[in-house]
């Protein structure tokens, strides 16, 4: 792949990137119980299909056992926001219920904050506060996953103020998130300059081709900005002569480790385009291509307990749940919708069994890299040492699609 150094390396981790925000120390919280809680596992588990497993009883249980309020609007509130969703009508209608409390919550709450209040309510990168729509949010990029939350909340309730969240947040995308030299959004608007990493792709493109569906007039406009950031992002990072993705770009060019959740949120970004692209479009063959080679790069990367390495190439780190997680969901998708050809079916059953494994009866998902793509360029190992908010929300994205009707 090509190398562009347009990037200066960053001289120290920061806090508050992909992955900080984490519940409490290093053991999991015991949780706090609502009355959107009080459903035992048991009773969920006797609402869902006969072919969904206990642990996703399990891990539903344990995300409505936190009240609704201790969500922030960070992508470690809105990863579990979705993830409930995505199952409060397979059985769980207490998800929507809570889903809504965390929406009126933050609505009420949030604009009376002062700059440095918000800033200080979530452990996300600090960047540039954004207060001209419904909801205060920033410039860093695990805000833009208010859209996916949001987009969910109004298509279970057709609450306005839900769509007028998603447009607010792909108007910032569009408008007011700085650039590269190269065109990428950025991370955020204080380090935009130290690194990128292929994280904001999935946020970014996610978002603006949630607002191309909600809005008539200008949806073009957000869908040419999606397909521009798609096309930019896979250039830079994917190696397409190993179907792999690389973890970070630095100013010297790219850094020299493929991180499992760098090809999770890459891949995820080909399949958020995909979702919402007519098979008319010029655009969809190709990005159907590049996530089948990205699709082909994982595969032959699968370990022998069948998960994906936190570095996917290097055979001394260890297999990891999250990034595993996210190309097997990715992949399964896409072989089921017909964007790509069926030729995965052991590595998708391979994969979501090692992801299965390493979820508690009670409900913790393990084996999780917790910390970020720089640590992970830097082969800091940092695995189960934190139990952070959007874990049980990508466990439940992931098992909503491995057990899709």
């Given at each position: 792949m090509k190398r562009r150094g347009f990037l200066r390396t960053m001289a120290a981790v920061g806090v508050g990137s992909f992955g900080a925000g984490h519940l409490s120390g290093s053991e999991p919280p015991s949780g706090t119980q609502s009355p959107q809680g009080q459903l035992t596992i048991d009773e969920i588990r006797?609402?869902?299909?006969?072919?969904v497993p206990t642990i996703v009883a399990a891990v539903l249980h344990r995300t409505l056992s936190d009240k609704p309020q201790s969500l922030d609007t960070d992508w470690n509130g809105t990863f579990r926001i979705e993830g409930l969703l995505r199952w409060s009508k397979r059985g769980v209608p207490e998800a929507l219920d809570f889903a809504r409390?965390?929406?009126?919550?933050?609505?009420?709450h949030d604009r009376k904050l002062?700059?440095?209040?918000?800033?200080k309510s979530y452990g996300g990168a600090r960047s540039r506060?954004?207060?001209s729509g419904l909801l205060p949010f920033t410039t860093y990029a695990g805000f833009f996953g208010l859209a996916f939350a949001c987009h969910k909340l109004y298509q279970h309730t057709l609450d306005p103020r839900a769509r007028q969240v998603c447009l607010?947040?792909?108007e910032a995308v569009l408008h007011v998130s700085p650039r590269d030299s190269h065109g990428l959004v950025a991370h955020d608007d204080v380090r935009f300059a130290e690194f990128a990493i292929p994280d904001v792709a999935f946020f970014a493109v996610r978002a603006l081709m949630i607002a191309s569906l909600l809005d008539e007039k200008v949806g073009i406009v957000y869908r040419r900005q999606a397909l521009y950031q798609i096309r930019a992002y896979t250039d830079a990072f994917l190696d397409r002569k190993t179907g792999l993705v690389r973890?970070?770009?630095?100013?010297?060019?790219?850094g020299p480790t493929c991180w499992c959740r760098a090809s999770g949120w890459l891949m995820w970004a080909l399949t958020a385009a995909l979702r919402h692209l007519p098979r008319e479009h010029e655009a969809f063959s190709e990005i159907a291509s590049d996530l089948a080679i990205l699709a082909d790069g994982v595969a032959k990367a699968q370990g022998p307990n069948g998960g994906l390495r936190v570095l996917v190439d290097n055979d001394s780190t260890p297999e990891e749940t999250s990034g595993t997680g996210m190309c097997v969901a990715g992949i399964h998708e896409a072989v089921r919708k017909g964007w790509i050809v069926d030729r995965y079916r052991s590595f998708i059953r391979k994969g979501w069994q090692f992801v299965e494994g390493n979820v508690t009866p009670d409900g913790?998902?393990?084996k999780v890299y917790t910390g970020w793509a720089v640590p992970a360029e830097e082969r800091k190992m940092s695995i189960d040492d934190n139990y952070h908010g959007w874990i049980p929300g990508f466990f439940l994205v992931t098992a909503d699609e491995m057990y899709a009707s």
């Open positions: 006797t609402r869902l299909k006969p072919n409390s965390w929406f009126e919550y933050h609505l009420e002062t700059d440095e209040e918000f800033l506060v954004i207060r607010d947040v792909a973890t970070a770009l630095y100013p010297s060019g790219l913790w998902v393990r």
